[in-house]
């Protein structure tokens, strides 16, 4: 019996082993080099490792012959199985700065307290369980403290905190398939704003092809695609982007981020809105990557200065984004330009206005 009760010990550290080790890969972290992060995330890791590492123990009970242990060792595999997926999905969603940092945790001590109720209801007839209630209560106030202080920030400044915590993590596409991208993951991203790694390439390609002089881009953000437009730039020897960001704070961060640049003298970075910023010149592409809800105004504001040989750019026009997707159909529809719609994770519109054309 003693050597039975080590293998089950074995498999369960195995098992909380193999959580934690490819939680830390997926989230880029190492114990061996810790990242300066909220304990919380840690804590996310060890939650769900717990959740896989009770498998073996329910596979233990399957194993007695007693019926009532057999059925709870049924449950227990059931409940840990599921838990584990559930809570790895929003360990992924957390590392994609849709969830907050502790959310894991919260949920694992809710479940945890359920499946305790169920479990002690079935082995003795009648509820009795304390632990599970407590396990519950202390879920219910971590998520009552987290998830609300989550929601009043900005999408934008929560990836800018992780970002000055642990610095820019490359990973799969996070955006839902559709009908036109069924395969998102196939595409990659630094975070949920900025655009995909392959978009970021594309528009370098583009500033190389058209060799342009004036680039207008409106929603800075924290730069990459400012500084890949301008490394286009760079190579060609000529040109300039003018590219706003309204949030203060995301200005500051994208500013810092372009003066370490080596092509900091290719770009004029404004904190405005995109609505009032003036530009000089004609412009050869303009890149509309701000507020969705004022991508359309921008366009049509900006219309007049774009040349009739340029690109006008409209990322975020997948059909699951839908505003920018029907400012971009509402804009052909008015004969104001025309349009292709690529069929990217987050889409990418490419139009050229018709007025002036030859």
Not at 34 to 48: N, W
Not at 62 to 68: A, G, N, Q
Not at 303 to 327: C, F, V, W
């Amino acid at each position: 019996m003693n050597n039975y009760y080590m293998l089950v010990i074995v498999g369960e550290l195995l098992c909380g082993a193999a959580s934690i080790y490819f939680d830390l890969r997926r989230r880029h972290m190492s114990l061996l080099h810790p990242v300066k992060t909220s304990p919380l995330v840690y804590l996310d890791i060890l939650s769900t490792a717990l959740v896989l590492a009770s498998v073996p123990w329910g596979l233990a009970n399957l194993l007695f012959l007693h019926l009532t242990t057999r059925l709870t060792g049924i449950l227990e595999i059931i409940f840990c199985t599921a838990t584990f997926a559930y809570l790895w999905g929003e360990g992924r969603r957390a590392n994609q700065f849709q969830r907050p940092a502790g959310i894991v945790l919260g949920e694992f001590f809710v479940l945890s307290g359920v499946a305790d109720i169920a479990l002690s209801s079935i082995e003795r007839h009648h509820w009795s369980s304390h632990g599970g209630l407590i396990s519950i209560l202390a879920g219910g106030l971590l998520l009552s403290w987290i998830v609300p202080r989550f929601l009043k920030k900005k999408e934008e400044h929560h990836i800018l905190e992780r970002l000055g915590q642990q610095g820019e993590i490359q990973q799969p596409e996070y955006t839902p398939p559709t009908l036109e991208c069924p395969h998102p993951e196939r595409w990659t991203m630094m975070d949920s704003m900025s655009a995909e790694i392959e978009i970021l390439d594309f528009l370098k390609q583009l500033i190389l092809t058209l060799k342009p002089e004036l680039i207008v881009e409106t929603g800075t953000f924290i730069g990459a695609s400012t500084i890949k437009m301008a490394e286009g730039l760079k190579t060609n020897g000529f040109g300039k982007i003018v590219t706003c960001e309204f949030d203060p704070l995301v200005y500051a961060k994208a500013k810092e981020r372009i003066d370490r640049s080596d092509v900091a003298p290719w770009i004029d970075a404004r904190n405005q809105s995109s609505l009032e910023m003036q530009v000089q010149g004609t412009i050869d592409i303009f890149f509309s990557d701000s507020h969705l809800p004022i991508r359309e105004d921008e366009i049509r504001r900006f219309l007049p200065q774009i040349s009739p040989n340029g690109l006008i750019l409209m990322h975020d026009t997948s059909s699951h984004y839908k505003i920018a997707r029907e400012a971009a159909f509402r804009l052909e529809q008015d004969g104001l330009i025309s349009m292709v719609l690529l069929p990217t994770p987050r889409g990418l519109m490419i139009g050229q206005k018709r007025a002036g054309r030859k």
